[in-house]
């Protein structure tokens, strides 16, 4: 496989993951969409400068979690916008209603978490494990652990669960 067809690949591949993962860091939409980009064509370089990636994903993972932790730090934002606003098959219009409030209440604990709690949620929630988690972000297996699950306990109290 040339070049090309690698990082095309990769961005057909992993171009959500990366922009939800970084609107789960609390970016905002456009904000992530041009590091989503960014990261695809840092990709493009260092492959093209004749380094060697193993790992495309986690690669790509790292770089966005870097460059999004940049322009949150430099240009303050703080807030996330989580879109839960797939319809809900509830069948009566108090369901629907009831539906709705518990997504508000989750969109405003998620919102509360820590950024390293919401990194490691999300990227929990895309399969990486633990130890690939830590590396991405830069923290312990132990870290990552102790992360999800205040983030878990959170979202659960949260929810009356």
């Known amino acids: 496989m040339d070049l090309n067809e690698r990082v095309t690949t990769a961005y057909e591949e992993m171009r959500m993951d990366i922009y939800r993962y970084l609107l789960t860091i609390g970016l905002p939409a456009h904000a992530a969409q041009d590091i989503t980009q960014d990261c695809f064509i840092r990709l493009f370089e260092t492959l093209h400068g004749g380094a060697s990636v193993e790992n495309s994903r986690a690669w790509l993972l790292r770089v966005a979690h870097n460059l999004g932790i940049n322009t949150l730090t430099a240009k303050g934002f703080d807030t996330a916008e989580l879109d839960f606003d797939q319809p809900a098959p509830a069948a009566t219009v108090e369901e629907r209603l009831i539906e709705e409030e518990r997504k508000h209440r989750l969109r405003r604990e998620i919102s509360l978490l820590s950024t390293q709690q919401r990194a490691c949620l999300e990227l929990r929630a895309q399969g990486l494990r633990y130890r690939e ?23 659960r109290s949260a929810l009356g669960e």
């Open 133 to 155: 988690i830590g590396e991405i972000i830069g923290i312990s297996t132990s870290a990552v652990g102790e992360f999800l699950r205040r983030a878990i306990s959170r979202l």
